[in-house]
Nanobody
Framework: QVQLVESGGGSVEPGGSLRLSCAAS????????MGWFRQGPEKKREVVAT????????AYADSVKGRFKISLDSADNTLYLRMTSLKPEDSAMYYC??????????????????WGQGTQVTVS
């Protein structure tokens, strides 16, 4: 059974930092790609960052490059998103997801199959 459980969201002031965590079941962890996504009020869901299981090809949205870092901990099947220099426009519900994609498709896409329930991030 695929399970993804996010945590670590909260309210911070602009310029602050947060680290999101996503605990993944074994089935979710076995997918070829994992990623973080976000959806703000009245906005479309957008890809924030994605990573392959070997952590060789992290990819980021232009809006978060240099501020966010995605990482994996294979010891406990956890995906992380370290967010620094947060801006009000980063406020959104953040979701982690896992999916199976070919090497040619790549991980930086929005068509993931398995999703968590989300964790809210508010920057104000």
């Amino acid at each position: 059974q695929v399970q993804l459980v996010e945590s670590g969201g909260g309210s911070v002031e602009p310029g602050g930092s947060l680290r999101l965590s996503c605990a993944a079941s074994t089935d979710a962890w076995s997918r070829s790609c994992m990623g973080w996504f976000r959806q703000g009020p009245e906005k479309k869901r957008e890809v924030v960052a994605t990573i392959d299981p070997g952590a060789r090809f992290p990819a980021y949205a232009d809006s978060v490059k240099g501020r966010f870092k995605i990482s994996l901990d294979s010891a406990d099947n956890t995906l992380y998103l370290r967010m620094t220099s947060l801006k009000p426009e980063d406020s959104a519900m953040y979701y982690c997801a896992s999916g199976e994609f070919s090497v040619s498709e790549g991980c930086f896409r929005d068509t993931y199959s398995d999703w968590g329930q989300g964790t809210q991030v508010t920057v104000s």
